[in-house]
């Protein structure tokens, strides 16, 4: 099993670098595409309604992949609708799918109400708005300004995973959301949301960074908080997924992915981020 893990990441992680390499940017837009279009495939199959069809799940993966797709496509020629759609995803999705994630997805891990039904089909029409909106912030900030800071902001839900999984181990006595997600302890989220904090200050030594570009804006003192509220996001996206996948009664959202289950459960806490990290960073804005 851990073979299998580690396979699977070196060839995820060689793909990736491999679209990021690229002197075309649509192969990197093109891959986030098709695991955005995977995750709401899996998401749907944990949230909607039993009486609606099983074929509605990938209908509207595939129809977010050809969205996506055309909106790449525009982006990346520069055509007339291209600005208007960036001024749509900064001014519309970014702000309306950090709302949702901050009050109503948040209040819903506070709530912990694991034992509700999993059809819900709220969670469901939120499910494509939430995702596209992720795909967007993404392929904007890296039409805008390239690769290292795209990876320099998703370091940021890595590195928070990483502190909390480990500190969480070594340190964890006291359970953060027993009802979702046992696992996970009060210790861990800290070291998380530190980690998340001390990635950005150490990557704002860099020009180019998300985290340079934190500090620029809101200087290092007003960076510091608003790294901690982003690493306190990723851990409440990863959250949400647990309790999502509670309901439905399933350990993964899929198998897509040998030793790590599905594409949402390793960009579960990306996701909600990526809106709140456009507005504070105030790119496209």
């Not at 075309?24 to 909607?48: D, G, H, I, K, V």
């Not at 999502?244 to 909600?272: F, M, Q, T």
Request: aromatic content about 8%; overall charge positive.
């Amino acid at each position: 099993m851990l073979g299998q893990r580690i396979l699977t990441a070196i060839v995820l992680l060689a793909i990736l670098a491999g679209a990021l390499a690229s002197d075309q940017p649509m192969w990197f837009l093109s891959l986030l595409a098709l695991a955005t279009a995977c995750a709401a495939w899996e998401w749907l199959r944990l949230t909607l309604p039993q009486e609606l069809p099983r074929a509605t799940a990938p209908a509207t993966g595939i129809l977010l992949f050809v969205v996506m797709l055309g909106t790449a496509g525009l982006w990346v020629q520069g055509g007339d609708l291209a600005l208007p759609l960036q001024r749509f995803v900064s001014a519309v999705l970014a702000p309306a799918s950090a709302l949702v994630w901050l009050v109503f997805a948040a209040g819903a891990v506070v709530k912990g109400r694991a034992d509700a039904p999993p059809g819900n089909m709220g969670w469901s029409l939120f499910a494509p708005l939430a995702l596209l909106t992720g795909w967007a912030v993404l392929a904007l900030m890296y039409l805008a300004y390239g690769g290292m800071f795209v990876v320099s902001l998703l370091a940021l839900v890595w590195v928070a995973d990483i502190a909390a999984y480990f500190a969480g181990r070594a340190l964890g006595r006291h359970k953060l959301a027993p009802r979702v997600s046992p696992g996970k302890t009060i210790e861990g989220a800290v070291a998380g949301v530190a980690g998340a904090v001390v990635w950005i200050l150490l990557s704002a030594l860099w020009q180019g960074t998300f985290g340079a570009l934190l500090v620029e804006r809101w200087t290092v003192w007003g960076a510091i908080p608003l790294a901690a509220l982003l690493g306190m996001i990723a851990i409440m996206g990863d959250l949400f997924e647990s309790l999502l996948k509670r309901r439905a009664g399933r350990k993964d959202s899929s198998s897509l992915l040998p030793g790590h289950g599905g594409v949402y459960d390793r960009i579960d806490a990306i996701i909600p981020v990526m809106p709140v990290a456009l507005l504070l960073s105030g790119v496209m804005s």
